[in-house]
């Protein structure tokens, strides 16, 4: 996109600064005998002057699409497009994703102008020598096929609420009907509109069942103004929370009959959809990066479970077959069983670490947690939780909580921190230790490195997996994804 955006710039500067510091210059200079020879015909008589020029269609167009572009450029700039800069009210309104995206929606104007543009061009008399329109005619019509698949797909995937949960941590989580025609992979996301929230906006939220699920669900942190109203609008359809569940809201199709309405758009493809190509996973979620794992983590049980199932399966239809043949003794020799296509996963083991600052977060985590604790029975998959916001590990103070946690964990097998089995951390991961011991356990292994959050760990991670690829054997492949 910042590619994109800064090619047209160049282009723009170079385009109009040619017209206003050289042809335009040029033109009103020209001799007369020059003027009236080549170019009376195009320009008139009199000879136009600058002001002349820029008056006319073309100037005006241009000048216009000018402006226009520069709006859309400044607003979609990091500053003011994530509300890093702050303004005094009203002027706060041109700030953040919505001034953004609805201000990039000027193309439409500046398009039509383009079209204007190129009908006034000078010097150029023939009707297909003027082609601006042909240039934009595929884009166009490929843009407008994409929203108008967007706008049916969307209409008919209402989708029915059968619960919602809102944590303590700020996280609503909704889990939702799946329509008959909706396939997609772990990893993937959709968006979802509330027309009760915002009849015109879509968000992007990363699906968090698994494929084999029988319903969807996504998980949806506070941030700006959407995701709030959206939490407002379910926190009073929701149960108050029940004693012993830390605040916990709920609602569900039983309790509630008229939960709010939902559409769905999707899915979309997303890096981590991947994942199955590679024989180790290390995905790392920062915060509400968790989720595009999430649903990764489920599918790789799922698939776990089922391909036990089906070696189960095999085996004693085998036994049967066996004993059958000793039996009938009829002949000597052995009744094989027809082997079944089995599928079989590429994917070993996995190592999920999750990184968050607030405690508060386990709370919508825990469910996930100890899902995947309860059906990993072989030991597929490490998780790893680190909570930042304490002391450093190893700092006086967090000791106390180490050794109380480590006596709880060796007791009751819970995690006092996270609430599950999965034990909890204090400090940042040393990165460079993970990934060099996965390099060690796991020797000519193709690992996915699927990371999900702030830029800055992105480029850490990077590095790393290029450094380790120049020294071992293991191939590390680093794909990221930031919200
Ligand atoms: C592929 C993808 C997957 C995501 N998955 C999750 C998820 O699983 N859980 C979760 O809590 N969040 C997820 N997000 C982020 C989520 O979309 C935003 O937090 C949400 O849209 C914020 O909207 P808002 O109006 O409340 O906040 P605002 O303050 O308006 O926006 C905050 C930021 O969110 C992003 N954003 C806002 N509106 C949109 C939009 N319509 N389309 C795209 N980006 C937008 C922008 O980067 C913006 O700077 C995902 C984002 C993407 C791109």
């Known amino acids: 996109m910042q590619t994109i955006a800064a090619a047209i710039s160049i282009g723009v500067i170079l385009h109009v600064g040619n017209h206003l510091a050289c042809d335009f210059p040029r033109l009103i200079s020209s001799s007369n005998d020059k003027y009236k020879k080549l170019l009376k015909n195009d320009f008139g008589s009199p000879k136009p002057t600058y002001i002349d020029l820029v008056k006319g269609p073309e100037g005006v167009t241009g000048v216009l699409m000018v402006i226009f572009m520069a709006i859309a450029f400044t607003l979609a700039t990091r500053w003011f497009r994530r509300n890093l800069i702050k303004l005094p009210k009203p002027f706060d309104r041109i700030t953040g994703f919505n001034a953004f995206w609805y201000s990039h929606h000027l193309f439409v104007i500046v398009y039509v102008l383009l079209i204007i543009h190129g009908e006034f061009l000078y010097l150029v008399h023939i009707w297909y020598r003027r082609t601006t329109w042909m240039y934009l005619a595929v884009p166009v019509l490929l843009y407008a096929g994409e929203r108008i698949l967007r706008f049916f797909r969307s209409g008919f995937s209402t989708v029915r609420l059968l619960k919602v949960a809102i944590y303590p941590g700020g996280v609503l989580t909704l889990q939702m009907s799946k329509p008959p025609q909706f396939r997609y992979k772990s990893g993937q996301y959709m968006f979802v509109q509330c027309p009760a929230v915002s009849p015109f906006e879509w968000h992007p939220f990363s699906i968090t069942s698994a494929p084999g699920d029988d319903y969807l669900s996504v998980h949806i942190r506070q941030l700006g103004d959407w995701t709030q109203a959206l939490k407002r609008l379910f926190s009073e359809v929701c149960e108050p929370p029940v004693a012993g569940k830390s ?31 590679y024989d180790v996973l290390l995905l790392v979620g920062l915060g509400i990066g968790a989720t595009p794992f999430i649903s990764i983590l489920k599918d790789l049980l799922n698939n776990i479970v089922k391909m036990e199932e089906q ?43 999750w990184v968050t600052r607030e405690q508060g977060s386990f709370d919508w985590f825990k469910g996930v947690m100890n899902e995947v604790a309860e059906l ?78 702030a830029p800055v760990l992105a480029k850490e991670l990077s590095k790393l997996c290029y450094e380790l690829n120049q020294k071992g054997s293991t191939k590390f492949e680093f794909h990221k994804e930031h919200f």
């Open 376 to 453: 990993d029975q072989r030991g597929v998959i490490e998780m790893h939780n680190y909570l930042t916001s304490v002391y450093e590990e190893g700092d006086a103070r967090s000791a106390l909580i180490t050794m109380v946690q480590a006596l709880n964990h060796a007791k009751n097998g819970v995690d006092i921190v996270s609430g599950t089995r999965v034990r909890t951390h204090f400090a940042r991961p040393k990165w460079k230790n993970v990934l060099s011991k996965l390099s060690s356990k796991h020797c000519n292994a193709r690992i996915g490195v699927f990371y999900c959050g």
């Open 247 to 277: 605040g916990l809201l709920r609602a569900d199709e039983a309790t509630k009959k008229s939960l709010p309405k939902l559409l769905i758009d999707g899915p979309y493809g997303a890096p981590a959809q991947d994942y199955s190509k």
């Open 311 to 353: 070696a189960d399966s095999v085996s004693d239809a085998s036994k049967a077959a066996d004993v059958s043949v000793a039996s009938s003794n009829e002949s000597t020799t052995p009744n094989r069983v027809p082997s079944k296509r089995k599928k079989t996963l590429k994917t070993t083991n996995a190592y999920f670490y």
